[in-house]
Each structure stands twice: as structure tokens, then as C-alpha cells.
């Protein structure tokens, strides 16, 4: 047996006892592991209620034009007949002008400020979710609509 050396069993200044209320690097690691993980799925689902915002405002914007556009319809049928109408509707470039008195002066307006092209009706809405409103043909068989492209 080698003799024992009664200094080693002593406590040594330099290392004090552990208590066990210290963490270890493994748990501080993992703790930041699954704070970045919830943090990555808050701001995914965050980001899609915004996307998801959006697209409802694109879709009431949509029923606006549409109703106007019906209201247009409605009171010009009312003093010439659904050929003639066709026709003007057909024959406008502008259909948003065609269909503006029936909407509000400051959906109206909103509408014009971000339209650049009279075939593709845009908003602030419709422009963050990279999609535009289209006024339909009239055809024989059909009335127009107002259509969400891509």
C-alpha cells in the first residue's frame, strides 16, 4: 500500500466544494437551443397572421370593386339596355373610372394612387402580397366580375 497522503483529503482553496446550484454548459446550450427554436416558430406564425392580414384586406377590396362594378350594371341598365351596357363596359379602358362614383371617395382615391396600369387595380394590400384585382370580360353569357390574380 503506498502511504497515504493526508494533505490531498484536504479541501484545496483554489477549487471550492460544488453545492450543485451552479449550471452546467450542456444545460445553458440547451436552453438556448430551445429559446431559438420558440423564437423561430413565433416569428414564422407571426409572419403568417401579417401574410394572412393581408390577404383578407385584398379579398374586401375585391367584394368593394365587385359591388361597384354591379352598382355601374344596375344603374345603367336601368335607363339603356344590357347590349348597350355590354358594349360601354366592353369599350372602356379605364374600368376603374367606370365603376368610381359607386365606391368611396377614399377607397377611390387609394385605388388610383397605386394603380399604374388600368388592367391591374392595385392597393397597398394587394401590392404587399404581390397580387392585383382584374376586371373580367362581359361576355353573352355571363356578367363581369372582379378577380384576385396571383
Avoid: C
Avoid at 362614383?101 to 397597398?124: I, K, M
Wanted: net charge neutral.
Amino acid at each position: 500500500m503506498p502511504p497515504s497522503d493526508s494533505t490531498s483529503l484536504l479541501p484545496n482553496p483554489a477549487y471550492p466544494p460544488s453545492t450543485g446550484e451552479a449550471f452546467t454548459l450542456v444545460e445553458i446550450l440547451l436552453v438556448i437551443a430551445i429559446i431559438g427554436i420558440m423564437s423561430a416558430i413565433i416569428l414564422t406564425t407571426v409572419g403568417n397572421a401579417t401574410q394572412d392580414s393581408r390577404l383578407v384586406v385584398a379579398r374586401q377590396q375585391q367584394a368593394a370593386l365587385q359591388q361597384a362594378l354591379n352598382a355601374w350594371i344596375a344603374g345603367q341598365i336601368s335607363s339603356n339596355t344590357i347590349s348597350v351596357v355590354r358594349s360601354n363596359y366592353t369599350a372602356a379602358s379605364d374600368k376603374l373610372a367606370l365603376v368610381g362614383p359607386y365606391l368611396g371617395a377614399t377607397t377611390l382615391q387609394h385605388f388610383q394612387e397605386n394603380t399604374t396600369n388600368a388592367a391591374q387595380v392595385r392597393s397597398d394590400a394587394l401590392i404587399r402580397t404581390g397580387r392585383y384585382l382584374q376586371f373580367s370580360a362581359w361576355t353573352t353569357t355571363n356578367f363581369p366580375t372582379v378577380n384576385l390574380m396571383p
